[in-house]
């Protein structure tokens, strides 16, 4: 079964600074791949996806993601991080072979510092 | 392009009760899916609709159910409630069959069992 892994539950970064949110995932092919945020007692705004092609992705606000095959990795970063970016990032899944069937991780909460 | 709207955002429920969730998807989009995110699970699939037709069940009992309408809007039911069904539920819309771009979520239903 897919499974995905965020190991950090909680992030803090000074504001400016730079950000990587680590995900990893479980799966024998090459899964489509999602970076979601969610604001407190909001829905998922999509950060960014990847489905083949370059590696490195980019998306909304600046962020960007890069999928390593040989690490199963699809690390989402920020090179200088705003206050507002405050919120929980979500790493997800996607096989094809199960519609739009999305497995996530358990996200990663980033507080920002003045 | 209006965006996936969930009603009610807010409902309060006595255990034992029923519920039912409304999800009305974007415009033009066929496929509807529901996830459950709680503080200890995290997001966890329930189930997708993709033209009238449940095509995806994630774990869950058969409490939860769900279904879908000719003009795609979806609902789910969670029968006989449990004080651990309390959850944001947020559905998605996708307008393909197969996972080839994103899915737009809604803003939840936040739902709690007293």
């Known amino acids: 079964a897919q499974s995905v892994t965020q190991p950090d539950i909680h992030i803090t970064v000074s504001e400016g600074a730079s950000l990587e949110l680590r995900c990893n995932y479980s799966?024998?092919?090459?899964?489509?791949l999602f970076w979601y945020v969610q604001s407190p007692g909001q829905g998922l705004q999509l950060l960014l996806k990847?489905?083949?092609?370059?590696?490195l992705v980019q998306g909304i606000k600046g962020f960007e993601a890069e999928f390593k095959r040989s690490q199963s990795s699809f690390n989402l970063r920020k090179p200088s991080v705003h206050w507002s970016d405050a919120a929980e990032y979500f790493c997800?899944?996607?096989?094809?072979?199960?519609?739009?069937?999305?497995?996530f991780g358990a996200g990663t909460i980033l507080r920002v510092k003045s | 392009k209006a965006g996936v709207t969930q009603t009610p955002r807010y409902l309060i429920k006595t255990r034992g009760q029923q519920v039912t969730l409304s999800c009305s998807p974007i415009?033009?989009?066929?496929?509807v899916s529901w996830y459950q995110q709680t503080p200890g699970q995290g997001l966890q699939f329930l189930f997708e609709y993709f033209s009238e037709t449940q095509r995806n069940k994630g774990n869950f009992p058969g409490r939860f159910s769900g279904r879908q309408f000719s003009n795609s809007r979806s609902e789910m039911n969670v029968s006989t409630l449990e004080l651990g069904d309390s959850a944001l539920y947020l559905c998605?819309?996708?307008?393909?069959?197969?996972?080839?771009?994103?899915?737009?979520f809604g803003q939840g239903t936040r739902l709690t069992v007293v």
């Open positions: 990847y489905f083949s092609g370059d590696t």
């Open positions: 799966y024998g092919a090459t899964p489509y």
């Open positions: 415009s033009g989009h066929r496929s």
């Open positions: 998605a819309s996708s307008p393909a069959s197969t996972m080839n771009t994103e899915a737009f």
């Open positions: 997800a899944v996607g096989v094809k072979e199960y519609g739009n069937k999305l497995v």
